[in-house]
């Protein structure tokens, strides 16, 4: 398995899928694989004509496609591995790839697959499967995709036009979903379960843990009402300890507005001084209300020896152990949230000794050798079928 073509719509802040994408092309280089990395991105969204552009095209982008086919035919893939799509790219792409008989996996970061709204199944503050149960179209009745009843009409069609297809089921060779949580999540939605796989996510090794005291907590991701920001500034309230936020979004404003002096707002920053900052942390807080494919923040806070406290649901229970790698609280809840940071800051050795064990799950499942593995193995079983259409 020498050639590898990635495929990735990058957004217009970076992010998980961003993350995995980077991390993912880099291990696959450092071990021989001659990778090449096809992307398109935001950046020009916010002027009318690329904005129309792309509007118009939601569904099916034939420019794009014929764009990565002759890409195709230039670098001649044995696989191609594709990310996030949406919503520039589209599912054109799989089109692109058929046509050269290329096989294709497609990783389902998160479930922009059967979700109009925004990928998480989640709408006015709860869980939602209107969309997955029945038709698309309940997306522009409610507004889901940011509150426009224009869009969610445009994103609802894209999404029907490919349900009534069967595009996944007919283009798709395997699909990697990040959790048994996650996967179960897309089975039910009409994923086929033979062709569905779970691989977590990974990072490259950043070292062993310092040794020493570490301090305070820390909040890493997108500052939205689904990544639980409310309900992280309420628990705040509670907390008498230093708080470090990394990230922006457009909760960033209430944030400041609570002026809490514990609560200190740094941004997005880039993955070194992540890093460091989450080997300075005694714990790292992951109060996310909606469903996840696999928080890439789990995994970087394992492998720098950090615990996390985090809902009792979805991949954040299937990954973090109670008691062992991190703390579990009730979704949603500010309160329980509070009280179990007080707790665990007020049991520095019982941090230290899940710090510790949640270095050794990292180096077990999320390390790039054990990935390398996994992914290579779901590449195989996809090149076996190179050339088919699969059937529906």
């Not at 990040?178 to 796989?197: C, I, M, N």
């Not at 691989?199 to 070292?207: A, L, R, S, T, V």
């Amino acid at each position: 398995m020498k050639r590898v073509l990635i495929v990735q719509n990058h957004y217009l802040n970076f992010g998980g899928d961003d993350s995995v994408v980077a991390n993912e092309s880099a291990m696959l280089r450092s071990r021989g694989h001659e990778v090449s990395l096809w992307t398109l991105r935001n950046d020009d969204l916010n002027r009318w004509g690329p904005r129309l552009e792309t509007a118009l095209h939601l569904a099916y982008n034939p420019a794009v496609r014929d764009r990565l086919a002759q890409h195709i035919a230039e670098f001649q893939p044995d696989v191609m591995h594709c990310h996030n799509l949406f919503p520039r790219i589209t599912w054109s792409a799989y089109d692109a790839a058929a046509q050269a008989g290329v096989p294709v996996i497609q990783t389902l970061h998160d479930f922009r697959s059967v979700c109009c709204a925004n990928g998480f199944q989640f709408r006015d503050g709860k869980d939602c499967d209107l969309c997955v149960k029945g038709s698309t179209y309940w997306a522009a009745w409610h507004r889901c995709y940011r509150d426009s009843w224009l869009g969610s009409l445009l994103v609802a069609r894209a999404l029907d036009v490919h349900r009534r297809a069967g595009t996944l089921q007919r283009r798709v060779h395997r699909f990697i979903a990040l959790s048994e949580s996650a996967r179960r999540q897309y089975v039910e939605a009409g994923v086929p379960a033979d062709r569905t796989v779970v691989k977590p996510n990974f990072i490259m090794d950043p070292g062993s843990p310092p040794a020493g005291a570490r301090e305070g907590a820390l909040f890493v991701g997108r500052l939205t009402a689904e990544k639980g920001v409310r309900v992280l500034a309420r628990a705040w309230e509670e907390v008498d300890a230093p708080l470090q936020v990394l990230g922006t979004g457009p909760l960033e404003a209430d944030l400041r507005a609570a002026s809490n002096p514990r609560i200190t707002l740094r941004g997005h920053q880039p993955w070194p001084e992540v890093a460091a900052a989450m080997r300075r942390a005694s714990l790292l807080v992951m109060p996310s209300i909606a469903l996840e494919g696999f928080p890439m923040v789990i995994a970087e806070a394992f492998a720098c020896g950090l615990p996390v406290i985090a809902g009792r649901f979805g991949t954040m229970a299937e990954t973090i152990e109670d008691g062992v790698t991190g703390l579990l609280c009730t979704p949603g809840d500010a309160a329980d949230l509070a009280a179990k940071v007080a707790w665990a800051l007020a049991h520095p050795q019982r941090l230290a000794e899940m710090g510790a064990e949640a270095r050794r799950v990292y180096e077990a499942r999320y390390s790039d050798a054990a990935n390398h593995r996994q992914l290579i193995e779901i590449y195989e079983q996809a090149a076996a079928s190179r050339g088919a259409e699969v059937a529906a």
